[in-house]
């Protein structure tokens, strides 16, 4: 059976981070294997984060904005992000790039597969960890970093945890006419009704007559696939007055946003990544930029103790706060609005930032935590205790 120091299973946005920073952080020299079912030869998501800092990624960020729109239901504001800026990088750009790094390296390898198991070596590592696919073929490593993921075989106990959906729908769109603030990304414009659920649009430009326009849903229920269509008509005519323009490009996507715990070790010699290893922020969504520090730290971690098992975990109160949000939420869907507002309009964007981040100190996340509402979000705190204690049964749906 063929060995490798490291399998990644799963080669998306978490298995190639890992496996480009292990190159470029020390771990050029070990044996690598990559295996993930599809070619990632199409432009299957577009990442966007808001960064401080430079990273790996760097040469193949698409578009930067160093301004973001926040329109609530009365008032827009336009806010300077700086030292941060939201960068974007397309799919393609992301996969092309790493695996043409990689490729060319004589210890790494790809294989195009359907994993159908893994399964745990020894604490000591003599036994080793192994992996098989569906058509037969068998390997072994010293570490197996999995980041197998199908949204719909994912389950929650719905008992103990909450579980949302941030659906969305988008089109990149082309229009006659300059309509769209190129230097300013609209994170939210909750502008649009809400009809029972947080709802908002999400604009990415990239020129005054070219951009992203996305109608996001965090809630339980997806829509049937005409709803997303039409909010968005509904949007471009009804807020923006743009009636003639030409799609360009369309994408959608689902990610959990939950606050079950996703467990990092799935053995001795297992470690989970990206949104199998919780990588997903519970009340956000936001991923990329989160797993690409885990990566950082994986690599870190190998070099100076000889095991992928970092221990730099956020503070226990962030997952409190995503839990509570979640709540909330679920609960109070109509409250998200008012939440968000407030959240934005008084806090400066750092705090806010590096609360999502979950790097604020305690002093600032207490200042952001009294700028919400209070009433929700402590009945919020006893539900999710509650829930995490005793299950759901006997809680008050209020
Ligand atoms: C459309 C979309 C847009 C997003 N936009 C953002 C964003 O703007 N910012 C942000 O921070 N986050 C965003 N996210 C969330 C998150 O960053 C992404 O989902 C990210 O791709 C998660 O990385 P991952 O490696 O965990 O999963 P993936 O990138 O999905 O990788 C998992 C890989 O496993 C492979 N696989 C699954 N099962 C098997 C199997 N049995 N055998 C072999 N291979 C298998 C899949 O083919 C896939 O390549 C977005 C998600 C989606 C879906």
């Known amino acids: 059976m063929e060995h490798f120091d490291f399998i990644l299973a799963g080669g998306g946005a978490a298995g190639l981070s890992l496996a480009y920073h292990m190159v470029q952080g020390g771990l050029g020299d070990r044996r690598m294997l990559i295996i993930d079912l599809d070619t990632k030869t199409r432009n299957d998501r577009t990442w966007c984060f808001w960064i401080d800092r430079p990273m790996l990624f760097d040469p193949i960020v698409a578009r930067r904005w160093d301004h973001i729109w926040f329109h609530g239901p009365d008032r827009s504001h336009r806010f300077a992000m700086a ?141 049937p696939q005409e709803e997303y269509q039409q909010g968005i008509r509904d949007y471009l005519e009804g807020e923006l007055g743009i009636s003639e323009y030409e799609i360009l490009e369309e994408e959608s996507g689902i990610i959990p946003m939950t606050d079950q715990p996703f467990p990092v070790r799935e053995g001795h010699r297992i470690m989970n990544i990206g949104t199998r290893g919780g990588r997903v922020k519970a009340s956000t969504g936001f991923a990329f930029f989160r797993t690409n520090r885990d990566s950082e730290r994986i690599v870190a971690s190998l070099l100076q103790k000889g095991t992928p098992f970092h221990d730099q975990r956020p503070p226990r109160r962030y997952r409190t706060f995503d839990s509570m949000l979640l709540s909330v939420l679920h609960h109070h869907p109509d409250q998200g609005r ?61």
């Open 338 to 398: 008012d939440i968000f507002v407030k959240l934005f309009e008084r806090n400066p964007l750092m705090r806010l930032f590096r609360f999502l981040d979950e790097e604020g100190s305690l002093a600032e996340n207490v200042k952001l935590m009294s700028t919400v509402p209070w009433a929700p979000f402590i009945s919020a705190w006893f539900r999710v205790k509650w829930r995490q204690r005793f299950g759901g049964a006997g809680v008050s749906g209020n």
């Open 83 to 223: 030292p941060f800026e939201y960068r974007m990088i397309r799919g393609i750009d992301f996969y092309e790039y790493t695996r043409n790094a990689l490729v060319r390296l004589e210890n790494v390898t790809f294989l195009q597969a359907r994993v159908s198991a893994v399964e745990d070596g020894s604490a000591d590592g003599v036994e080793k960890a192994r992996v098989r696919t569906e058509d037969g073929q068998e390997f072994s490593a010293d570490w197996v970093f999995n980041s197998l993921f199908v949204p719909r075989d994912f389950t929650v106990d719905q008992s103990r945890y909450y579980f949302l959906k941030q659906h969305f729908a988008g089109w990149v769109i082309k229009t006659k006419t300059p309509v769209f603030d190129p230097d300013a990304a609209t994170l939210f414009d909750l502008r649009i009704p809400q009809d029972g659920a947080f709802r908002f649009m999400y604009l990415l430009p990239i020129s005054e007559t070219e951009s992203l326009v996305e109608y996001t849903l965090f809630s339980e229920r997806l829509l």
